[in-house]
Nanobody
Framework: QVQLVESGGGLVQPGGSLRLSCAASGNIFSINVMSWYRQAPGKQRELVAAISSGGITNYADSVKGRLTISRDNAKNTVYLQMNSLKPEDTAVYYC?????????WGQGTQVTVSS
């Protein structure tokens, strides 16, 4: 019932910035938790950041101070501002939401940090 579409990925040099967006659509009124995950080649998918409807955030230790999650509740959209990017941040980034006790995932957007 919920569809998620990510955008904003791409190629960036170390130290650069990107802003990811994820828009949720469908017959929905509100989503409790929205989050970003990432999966690098050969690694398991990991939680990057999460935000509740009330604005409470949670970050992986590896991205604290560099990545910032935010949301626009009226648009059911979540953002990930990515600054001071490192090659280790290279991964496919996935948006996830929880709605009516079910998980919904986006298709993912590639972020590549390289010179």
């Amino acid at each position: 019932q919920v569809q998620l579409v990510e955008s904003g990925g791409g190629l960036v040099q170390p130290g650069g910035s990107l802003r990811l967006s994820c828009a949720a659509s469908g017959n929905i009124f509100s989503i409790n938790v929205m989050s970003w995950y990432r999966q690098a080649p050969g690694k398991q998918r990991e939680l990057v950041a999460a935000i509740s409807s009330g604005g409470i955030t949670n970050y992986a230790d590896s991205v604290k101070g560099r990545l910032t999650i935010s949301r626009d509740n009226a648009k059911n959209t979540v953002y990930l501002q990515m600054n001071s990017l490192k090659p280790e941040d290279t991964a496919v980034y996935y948006c996830k939401c929880i709605y009516r006790y079910r998980d919904y995932w986006g298709q993912g957007t590639q972020v590549t940090v390289s010179s």
